[in-house]
């Protein structure tokens, strides 16, 4: 069916391709990425996973053609080369992961030499209302993409965006399925418990709406819905507002989720297949339901290059907050989702602090430097109350003027600590990245 009404789409196109402003307004580009990562791991069996390569991403974006309806197509290429890794440093020894940290894992355990991957959008526009079907990166509350390492994550569904009401956008759609940041192929969709790559369980269906409503120039109100068949309902809200105070500016960043158990996850029969939840569930508490209420807040006053920042987060109910997680990296919207770790465990209350300078203010345009803690406690776990920490450092830079004006170098360290299932780790990250227009 997917195949079916995106041939149809592009057949439409096809009879218009010639028309103005499909062409116009095109736009390509290519981003390359260079991306270096080192995780030393200090309590599990993988002591150092490190690798190095260069992505290259194609991205093409048309115009519409002209007329009351409009269509269009967008073409996205993805190809990753390894420059470095080794069996040791790849570190995939067990067949129930998707890759190793960075590329997809060869039928010796080492990693591949490249990998690739290509999608194609068709698109039609209707006064202020598009739809869009094939290749998505949506960037929602119940469903994000995932671009922490050589390559983004990318799904594949079908989308319709309407902003025909004045400050007000409404967003619905399906995804079946989703290809990794190191993967060339598709897999099913699952969360966090089920997603064993070769005995879990997966979904095909995650249905999502939502609105984006704009309450005067300062206030943004969100609601969406996400369901992923089978597996849990997921309902979200969310206020971000701006103040000035005094010579500065306040934002403040509400969000709270609740989610529930769907389909085969609600029985018994079907948690006993594999539909399960991750979490902790003690005191005859029924095992890999989804149940979980996770509120969060988090404010930031800027003021000339500074920017500090204070949220807090609790995960409360039976089970882990619940995201759509194959299994192979996936970001979770929260305040929490940071370079290593999420704070997402049931029980978990974290708090946050993270101060940010532009170095802008002392005549150094382009450089950035953000650092933030984070500390979680009061996990469920069968041996009582858990709990972890983690601090981040970032440097950004990016060239203002000369030949290679837009280049970006970002240096990341990390370092995560607990006493819970997850390892200890310190991560470095090093990343150049560099945009070619195209068209």
């Known amino acids: 069916m997917r195949k079916t009404t995106l041939a149809i789409a592009l057949g439409a196109l096809a009879q218009q391709a010639g028309a103005a402003g499909f062409i116009e307004d095109s736009k390509a580009t290519l981003a390359l990425r260079n991306f270096y990562i080192n995780q030393d791991t200090r309590n599990a069996d993988a002591n150092t996973q490190e690798e190095w390569g260069q992505g290259f991403l194609f991205n093409y974006t048309s115009g519409y053609t002209e007329g009351t309806v409009g269509f269009g197509v967008d073409a996205l290429g993805l190809l990753g080369v390894k420059l470095d890794s080794g069996k040791g440093r790849h570190y995939n020894p067990t067949s129930d992961k998707y890759s190793g940290t960075v590329f997809p894992t060869d039928s010796d355990g080492r990693a591949v030499d490249d990998f690739s991957s290509a999608g194609v959008t068709g698109k039609v526009r209707l006064s202020k209302t598009e739809g869009r079907i094939g290749t998505l990166q949506p960037k929602l509350p119940v469903v994000t993409i995932n671009d922490g390492r050589l390559l983004p994550q990318t799904f594949e569904g079908g989308q319709v965006t309407s902003a025909e009401i004045d400050n007000l956008t409404l967003i619905g759609g399906q995804l079946e399925h989703a290809k990794g940041r190191s993967s060339s192929s598709s897999e099913g969709l699952s969360i966090g418990g089920a997603n064993d790559a070769k005995k879990g369980q997966f979904s095909n269906k995650f249905y999502y709406a939502g609105s984006d409503y704009k309450i005067g120039k300062d206030l943004l109100a969100q609601y969406y819905y996400g369901n992923l068949e089978d597996f849990y309902q997921q309902h979200f809200l969310g206020l971000t507002h701006s103040l000035a105070i005094g010579p500065g500016t306040l934002k403040s960043d509400l969000r709270y989720f609740k989610s529930d158990s769907d389909g085969a996850n609600s029985s018994a029969s079907g948690r006993a297949d594999g539909f399960v939840s991750s979490g902790y569930y003690g005191n005859g508490v029924t095992k890999g339901e989804v149940d979980n209420d996770t509120w969060s807040a988090l404010f930031t006053y800027s003021l000339g290059g500074h920017a500090f920042s204070a949220g807090y987060q609790e995960v409360s109910g039976d089970s882990n907050f619940p995201f759509l997680n194959q299994g192979d990296g996936a970001t979770a919207y929260l305040i929490t989702d940071r370079q290593i770790g999420k704070f997402l465990s049931a029980g978990e209350r974290t708090w946050l602090a ?86």
């Open 354 to 439: 993270e101060y940010g300078y532009d170095f802008t203010q002392v005549g150094a345009p382009g450089l950035k430097a953000v650092v933030t803690y984070l500390s979680g406690d009061n996990i469920d776990s069968a041996s009582g109350d858990q709990q972890e920490w983690e601090r981040d450092f970032r440097l950004d830079y990016t060239l203002q003027n000369g030949a290679l004006k837009g280049l970006g170098i970002s240096w990341r360290n990390a370092s995560l600590r607990g006493n819970t299932s997850a390892a200890d780790q310190d991560e470095n990250r090093l990343i150049l990245s560099y945009s070619l227009p195209i068209l």
